[in-house]
């Protein structure tokens, strides 16, 4: 006697499980993860206007500051200047340094009297006749340099005027500025040397 | 007035696209067709307010109204009026209006054109993704970028002016809108990807129908990027087109992502395939123009194009993401239906051809965008130090890429359909290839160095000859199909011009376009020689090949600014005037340049010093050969994009590439040699038969 | 029987390798000039007041310094990493235009490449996958009683449409008999599988199309017309001739792709020592030697002796025959010896005058500078006019025997002789 099984024993074949390919969900995911890395790094962006930049010299003697004035004296700077110098590139076309120009005279006057620090503009960029104009009309009393070669541009890492560099009394470079200077930015910068013991 | 008049166009596009989006919805959730179709009468209110923005910033900037902060920022009553009128766009705010009101015609014309079609949800689900879009770019107007926004305090009497290097060629009158006309014009196959997905209808052939849309909005994009680098030539005095600026990488990148999109569509049309491809394209393309929109914008980008800082950067990031997760939200919700029926039969075909361009095309999209994020990611990560990432990196990484794609160029289209054997294209491409190996061959003998001109000049060689001959067959099968229809023997002639439009005439046009401009950008870049001539008055120098007279100078004086001109004879013929202009005063002097363009060469003339006292003047000089067919190939391309939108003669997508025109006779049996054995001398009487039209 | 065929791609092949050779300078590179290094460096090198642009190309002053420094480093022999050193140390690191190949900035270089390469990697990987499963596999998602009978009509219509491609594109010669075998083999066979899958149909019969069988009737004339054994060996000589013929040509994109991937980033942009990345036109020797003395000649026109001087002896150096260098390096030593009062360079003036002169009689030029040394030097007034007599018969230009004129009335009025005709007595 054949067994005879009885139908609802037999269990139905399954159809085999179709692997299912996540294919489209993994690319999605990796597109969206690097899309919210992009969004998040750019989103915290500073816009390119600060005042204080970084700059390869910060914390290492200054370079030999040392030319010719836009009236044709040597003028030279000891490697240890013993007062802090302020040294402002400029030039007479650009915009930002007509805006810091009075406050680096109110700045020059100030320290003058206390004989802590004192200010060098350099030429960048610009016709010797056109700068010497333009710090006589400002009333300029300190040394202004022409490098004619732009070699003192080149050894500061200047890209554009106004560039402000603050140097300590012993010669180091303590400060980069790139935008418009005020003497309350330039008196803090010096406060703020001074507590670090320089 | 003008800014009550401006805020008014504003809100009232702002109005009618929420409007809209709100009607739309309504229509769409419940079902209701008569909605459908009244929500698309708000397209023509949001063009409607925005003519009255343009119109009332058009009056501003020409009756000189300081009183709003953009016309005091951006005109002077010195501004001549062609400068007046593109202030408009000249900065940020302006630029956002620009876009808006070209959205507004796009969706009106989008609107116009499917109104048959107004109650289909397909069409309902475009129009709100476009009204979106628009409540978007109106609703920035209105908050952050507000171009009718009043000064503060006390009307100036005098505006600070445009920016310089903008008042000092015209076009700028047509560089921005043709970019925009470009960016923008995506929108619209992006709508219909995301309104196919949603519904998901995604077997429809909408690519079909929007393909003339997406090539207007390419037409317009290249043109746009070509006249930007004939501009940053003729003004910026630096003698280059292009310097891989963030700005010009902007409008480059959703350029590449679009070509790619519109060569991927013809495998959809054809075979069905590539479906997730061409939507993830199109989606790209559109992201992209939103990303180049924030790098323009954000201020986060130093560029000499960027626009100033803004607070709208952080608000267009959000939209870009936006963008990207709806858009790959959806792709992955319908995956399953995107799934194509049949596979690519084989990588040696016109199929593996088209996913071979993908990649590539898409490879050069990514090198550009890290190219152009990298240094905000690498000083994101080191605090403080920097890296800089510029041409020499971008050359490196993107040369090969382009000429893979010149190679991919000239075999694709004798690549047939389906599957191919090295016997048909080793028949097909003899000439082409030995022309190009001819062209190599003459470089080198000529005297011409270096491994990348001389691959640039050999695969365009073979790229254009595999155009040529795409043409030249096509051309012929119109002459027969004419000739075989009974035509006398002069209009039959005449009738070959059918051969040059169409699709793939018009396609072939554009890359004999292309392999021009690639010509003379390889030559342009790798034989340009720069160096400086120091000339007193009535000197002679010579340069490179080339002599310079310094006939005398000349100072113009125009309300707007002083010009010290020199004039310079070139090669003892004509004479050019490069000079140092200065706008206002206490600004810096600009110098333009003076160019004697040929056809062979460039001498591209600037002033770089001025004495003193008198005194040398010192000259800059660049010879740049064929850099004049940087131009020309723009023009082809464009020539070429116009000719692929006159519809050929009309031919099912998917008939094969060789296929005879409709109306010609079938081919005689004995005329098809059946060649078993892979020869090279498989007689082209059997490919001379058909036309070379693909679908 | 097989056609004995050119080998023509074969040749083309070796033509263009041995062009590509020849072109890409790897035979005749000599070691970088100064000069040739200056502008490499100089095009890496970020102009510091403009935003993308390199030194090389600006002509902003900041940039101007910057060139000059560099030109003076490579003269003094630093090497190119310590002349971007030397300019990072001021600037900053972003001073170079190419991102480094260490830290960070590796990825840049790298994330290309491996995309690049991934992408490439999965589209082999998904057909080479796709392949291996069969067709049956694509329509896995049509078969079983649960599916949607339009999306089988879907998939079926789209079927029968590639079949019918199939045949247009073997008629029009698009596709070789083997492959249009095997795809109507492969279609076919998807076909019968869906006619047989899917809900039944009313009358039980199979699906609507397990009627397509036969191919078209063009296409049935066109394969009749094989010879039958040809179309019979679908195996056996045929496919192991299409095998080898795919493997060639994959072989042969895959080493022209490497071939690019691997030359085209080592020859042109790996910077070796002073190479520039692009190409240049090489000009022939005789070339050169017109570009240096037009260089030399204009230099003087500005009135700058000294370095002319110089630019003369470097032709001299290369070619110590150049009659034309020797002549004018003379003239120049003359006015430079008077104005130093140097008696060596004076008489090395007259040497190499005689020099000239001997090489080459016909030159006017000689003949006027020998005849002032005469006169001027020496006060030898006939001798002077000799050589002016010389001067004239070699047919000097209106403009130089204008320029002549004083000097020449003076040798003539001293030595008692009439002026020839056509110089000018005033």
């Known amino acids: ?198 | ?695 | 029987m097989r056609s004995r065929r050119f080998p023509l791609w074969t040749l083309l092949g070796v033509v263009l390798v041995v062009a590509l050779l020849i072109g890409s300078g790897v035979f005749s590179s000599s070691p970088p000039t100064n000069a040739q290094r200056a502008a490499a460096i100089e095009s890496v090198i970020r102009c510091p007041s403009c935003e993308d642009l390199s030194v090389a190309v600006s002509t902003a002053p900041a940039a101007i310094t910057v060139r000059a420094t560099v030109r003076r480093l490579v003269d003094q022999g630093r090497s190119d990493q310590q002349i971007e050193d030397y300019l990072a140390a001021r600037y900053g690191s972003a001073i170079v235009l190419e991102p480094p190949t260490s830290g960070w900035s590796l990825l840049v270089w790298a994330l290309p490449i491996a995309a690049g390469l991934a992408g490439l990697a999965i589209v082999v990987v998904v057909l080479v996958r796709r392949r291996r499963r069969g067709s049956a596999a694509l329509d896995a998602d049509v078969r079983g009683p649960m599916v949607d009978p339009a999306v089988l009509e879907e998939r079926r219509r789209f079927l029968t449409q590639s079949l019918a491609d199939a045949d247009a594109e073997y008629l029009a010669g698009d596709l070789s008999d083997a492959d249009y075998l095997s795809l109507r083999q492969r279609d076919l066979a998807r076909l019968a599988a869906l006619g047989d899958a899917g809900p039944p149909t009313e009358d039980g019969g199979p699906g609507p199309g397990a009627g397509i069988g036969a191919p078209t009737a063009p296409a049935a004339t066109l394969l009749a017309a094989r010879p039958a054994e040809a179309v019979v060996a679908s195996g056996g000589a045929k496919a192991r001739r299409r095998r080898r013929n795919r493997w060639f040509l994959i072989g042969s994109v895959a080493c022209f792709a490497a071939a690019l991937i691997v030359a085209v980033p080592v020859f042109a942009s790996g910077r070796l020592p002073g190479q520039t990345a692009t190409g240049s036109v090489s000009l022939s020797p005789s070339q050169q030697v017109a570009r240096a003395l037009d260089q030399a000649a204009a230099v003087e026109d500005q009135g700058q002796l000294g370095p002319a001087a110089q630019l003369y002896q470097t032709v001299l150096d290369a070619h110590p025959d150049n009659e034309v260098a020797l002549a004018q390096l003379g003239w120049l030593e003359y006015r430079i010896g008077q104005q130093g009062s140097s008696a060596t360079l004076i008489s090395d003036a007259r040497t190499k005058l005689h020099q000239a002169a001997v090489l080459d009689p016909g030159d006017y030029a000689v003949h006027l500078y020998q005849g002032t040394l005469d006169l001027q030097l020496d006060k030898n007034a006939p001798g002077a006019v000799g050589q002016f007599a010389l001067f004239l018969a070699a047919r000097p230009p209106a403009t130089v025997v204008s320029q002549a004129a004083p000097v020449l009335r003076q040798a003539y009025a001293a030595a008692g002789t009439p002026l020839p005709a056509g110089i000018p007595t005033t």
């Open chain 2, 1 to 695: 007035m003008n800014g009550t008049l401006g805020h008014t166009g504003v809100l009232l596009g702002f109005a009618a696209a929420v409007v809209g989006i709100l009607v739309l919805i309504v229509g769409l959730v419940r079902g209701r067709p008569d909605q459908l179709r009244r929500g698309r009468l708000y397209a023509p209110v949001i063009l409607l307010g925005g003519i009255v923005a343009v119109v009332a910033m058009q009056r501003a900037l020409v009756t000189h109204d300081f009183s709003l902060t953009y016309v005091a920022d951006n005109n002077s009553r010195s501004t001549p009026l062609l400068y007046s009128i593109t202030g408009m766009w000249s900065a940020l705010a302006g630029s956002i209006l620009l876009w808006g009101i070209t959205l507004g015609i796009y969706v009106t014309a989008m609107v116009w054109r499917f109104r048959a079609r107004a109650d289909d949800q397909l069409v309902a689900w475009a129009t709100l993704v476009m009204y979106v879009v628009c409540a978007f770019f109106f609703g920035l107007m209105l908050g952050p970028a507000d171009p009718f926004s009043h000064v503060s305090g006390a009307i100036p009497p005098d505006g600070l002016g445009p920016n310089v290097l903008l008042q000092d060629n015209p076009l700028v009158l047509f560089h921005p809108p043709m970019l925009y006309l470009g960016l923008v014009g995506f929108t619209l196959p992006f709508a219909f990807a995301v309104a196919s997905l949603v519904t998901g209808r995604v077997d429809e052939d909408w690519q079909g129908e929007t393909r003339r849309w997406t090539l207007f909005a390419w037409t317009f994009l290249t043109i746009g990027i070509v006249l930007g680098a004939w501009w940053s030539y003729q003004v910026l005095g630096w003698g280059g087109f292009w310097a891989w600026d963030p700005v010009e990488n902007a409008s480059l990148l959703p350029w590449l992502v679009g070509t790619a999109y519109l060569h991927s569509v013809m495998v959809q049309q054809r075979r069905g395939l590539l479906r997730v491809w061409n939507l993830s394209l199109v989606i790209a393309t559109f992201s992209l123009t939103i990303l180049g929109t924030f790098i323009t914008r954000s201020g986060v980008f130093q560029s000499v194009h960027a626009f100033s800082t803004s607070v709208i950067g952080p608000l267009l990031l959000g939209f870009f993401g936006l963008v990207i997760v709806v858009g790959v939200g959806l792709i992955a919700w319908r995956g399953d239906r995107l799934r194509s029926p049949g596979g690519i039969d084989s990588l040696f075909s016109r199929e593996g051809a088209f996913l071979a361009n993908n990649l590539l095309f898409v490879l050069f999209a990514f090198v550009v965008l890290l190219g152009t994020v990298f240094p905000i990611f690498y000083e994101a990560l080191n605090s403080g130090s920097q890296v800089a990432v510029g041409a020499p990196y971008f050359n490196r990484l993107v040369i090969p890429l382009g000429l893979g794609l010149l190679f991919l160029m000239a075999v694709a289209p004798a690549l047939p359909w389906r599957k191919s054997s090295a016997a048909v294209m080793r028949g097909r491409l003899a000439v082409p290839a030995c022309i190009g190996v001819a062209v190599v061959v003459g470089c080198v003998l000529g005297g011409i160095t270096g491994i990348e001109p001389l691959l640039a000049f050999g695969l365009g060689a073979f790229a254009a000859a595999s155009a040529g001959r795409a043409l030249v067959l096509s051309v012929k099968g119109s002459w027969r199909s004419a000739r075989t229809a009974g035509a006398p023997p002069a209009r039959a002639a005449l009738a070959g011009w059918r051969g040059l439009v169409g699709r793939a005439n018009g396609g072939m046009v554009v890359h004999i376009g292309v392999v021009v401009l690639a010509v003379g950008l390889t030559a342009a870049t790798a034989f340009g020689q720069r160096g400086t001539v120091v000339l007193a008055h009535g000197q002679t120098g010579t340069f490179a090949g080339h002599t310079v007279e310094f006939i005398g100078t000349r100072v113009v004086r125009t309300p707007s600014h002083i010009s010290q001109q020199a004039l310079l004879r070139v090669d003892g013929g004509a004479v050019f005037t490069p000079a140092i202009s200065q706008f206002g005063i206490g600004t810096r002097p600009v110098g333009s340049p003076a160019v004697d363009s040929t056809i062979t060469s460039d001498v591209y003339l600037t002033i770089n010093s001025v004495p003193d006292r008198g005194g040398a003047w010192t000259f800059g000089v660049v010879v740049q050969p064929l850099v004049m067919w940087l131009w020309i190939g723009g023009t082809l391309i464009v020539v070429g994009s116009v000719l692929s939108a006159i519809p050929g003669k009309r031919r099912r997508p998917t008939d094969p590439v060789s296929a005879p025109v409709a109306g010609a006779a079938p081919p005689p049996v004995a005329d098809l040699e059946p060649e078993v054995v892979p020869s090279t001398e498989v007689p082209d009487a059997r490919l001379s038969v058909g036309a070379g039209e693909a679908p």
């Open chain 1, 1 to 198: 006697m054949t067994d005879v099984i009885a139908p609802e024993a037999i269990p139905a074949p399954r159809p085999p499980r179709r692997p299912t390919r996540h294919t489209a969900r993994w690319v999605g995911v990796t597109v969206l993860v690097i899309a919210a890395g992009l969004i998040a790094v750019l989103a915290t962006r500073p816009p390119t206007t600060t005042t204080e930049v970084q700059s390869p010299l910060l914390g290492h003697p200054a370079p030999r500051i040392s030319g010719v004035t836009v009236d044709g004296k040597a003028f030279a700077l000891p490697r240890a200047p013993g007062t802090f110098v302020v040294v402002n590139f400029f030039a007479s076309w650009c915009v930002p340094c007509q805006t810091e120009g009075p406050d680096l005279v109110q700045f020059a006057f100030q320290h003058h009297k206390s004989g802590d620090a004192q200010v060098v503009s350099v030429v960048f960029d610009d016709t010797v006749s056109g700068a010497r104009t333009y710090q006589a009309t400002l009333g300029a009393t300190w040394p202004t340099l022409a490098d004619h070669s732009g070699d003192l541009a080149l050894n500061f890492g200047v890209r554009a005027p106004p560039s402000t560099f603050l140097i300590a009394p012993d010669g180091r470079v303590v400060a980069y500025l790139v935008a418009p200077v005020t003497a309350a930015d330039l008196d803090q910068l010096i406060a703020r040397a001074k507590a670090a013991g320089l």
